[in-house]
């Protein structure tokens, strides 16, 4: 939808011809470097294409109007600047009073309200971090309004607050990391303990980043992932009986395999496995994109599904399916799911001139094996959370 599109539905929505402001925030992809976040690990996420933007405009009162081109049913949400605790029945506006409630709280200024009509084109339920674009945006929003000069990593972490204690999910850094700090051509090595972070180009001028949304419900994907996390720390504290290491994550493939036998449990040994050398190939995987060996980058990609297939276990006939079948199919560098597992999306890197023969394929053999459609989004990896400049925009 184009900018100017949302500016009429503002004007529309708000009864105001007075010119409003645009803001806009990034879903992201993790390319690799899966479930290693919470084992000490890195992770190698960009900022895509697709995202939230918010059109805003100051008023001269303590309300806030919030209302959702992507929720019309929900109609305006009014909301007081003196009353922005969580309410159930606010919904998605939640996410944004969050932010609101936070800010103020370390000591901004923020003493009138504003209406604001949000849109999002990150495909729901996708796994694309729908939730932490939309508190991004926010983020930006108030800063741009207000005049706030809010530190980004701060606005991140505030963000991630927002997510764990305002909203209740108990989810790491990476997303609003990726969201915040996303820089255009670029993927991020990012350390989740110390948030210590290095760029990493990925010109590619000549492939799509292809991601496939299985159109799975993802029920399993929460219990699973508590189940994975507590396998990890059964296995650690088994290697901490010889080993001085905080982290599965402090382990080179090398070290895994002489002290394996500690781990007592076979499966929780195999999940270790995952832990130690997913975290390897993404930190391969920076030195492959530096100098330029995009063909290596796709091997690592490739393994890595391989890995969260057979030692972690959290792909599933859906997943499976597509990267298994993209393996196949030509110009293709590498696929491998995304994300928590059980459902959501897999990622591809495919040559633009096979892009369209390469999503045929893919959506012939899912449909007969799988039963339904999936759905295919070209991402181009972009910049972090910003204003937009409304001339250039249109």
Not at 333 to 351: D, H, K, N, Q, W
């Amino acid at each position: 939808m184009q900018l100017t599109t949302l500016i009429n539905k503002f004007h529309d929505t708000f009864h105001t011809a007075a010119t409003p402001r645009a803001f806009f925030a990034p879903g992201r992809i993790n390319l690799i470097g899966e479930h290693t976040d919470y084992n000490g690990g890195h992770v190698f996420p960009a900022a895509i294409s697709f995202g939230t933007y918010a059109i805003a405009l100051q008023r001269n009162d303590k309300k806030i109007r919030l209302y959702s081109d992507n929720f019309p049913e929900k109609g305006i949400i009014e909301v007081s600047l003196d009353s922005l605790d969580y309410k159930k029945e606010d919904d998605w506006a939640n996410y944004p009073k969050g932010m609101i409630q936070y800010i103020i709280k370390e000591g901004f200024s923020i003493d009138q309200g504003f209406d604001v009509l949000f849109y999002g084109n990150i495909p729901n339920g996708a796994g694309l971090s729908s939730s932490a674009s939309i508190e991004l945006v926010s983020g930006v929003l108030l800063e741009g309004l207000y005049s706030l000069k809010i530190d980004r990593l701060r606005m991140i972490q505030i963000g991630q607050m927002v997510e764990n204690h305002y909203i209740g999910v108990n989810s790491g850094i990476m997303d609003q990391f990726a969201i915040g700090m996303g820089k255009v051509d670029h993927a991020m090595l990012l350390d989740c303990d110390t948030l210590e972070f290095e760029y990493a180009p990925i010109i590619l001028e000549n492939h799509d980043i292809i991601i496939i949304n299985t159109n799975k419900r993802r029920e399993l994907a929460d219990s699973k992932y508590n189940e994975r996390r507590s396998e990890c720390e059964q296995a650690l504290a088994d290697l901490q009986e010889k080993l001085p290491i905080k982290s599965l994550g402090e382990l080179t493939p090398e070290q895994f395999e002489q002290n394996k036998a500690l781990i007592k449990n076979p499966i929780h040994q195999k999940r270790a496995k995952h832990a130690v050398y997913e975290n390897a190939r993404t930190i391969e995987a920076l030195k492959k994109l530096k100098s330029g060996e995009l063909e290596d980058f796709g091997v690592l990609i490739n393994q890595s599904h391989i890995s969260l297939r057979d030692d972690y276990e959290v792909t599933g006939l859906e997943l499976d399916t597509i990267a298994e079948t993209a393996w196949q199919q030509n110009g293709v560098l590498g696929s491998r799911m995304t994300g928590a597992g059980f459902g959501g999306c897999a990622i591809a890197i495919v040559e633009k001139s096979e892009s369209n023969a390469f999503q045929e394929s893919i959506a012939k053999v899912y449909e007969k094996k799988v039963g339904y459609a999936p759905s295919f989004y070209v991402a181009a990896i972009g910049d972090g959370a910003k204003e937009l400049n409304l001339e250039e925009a249109n």
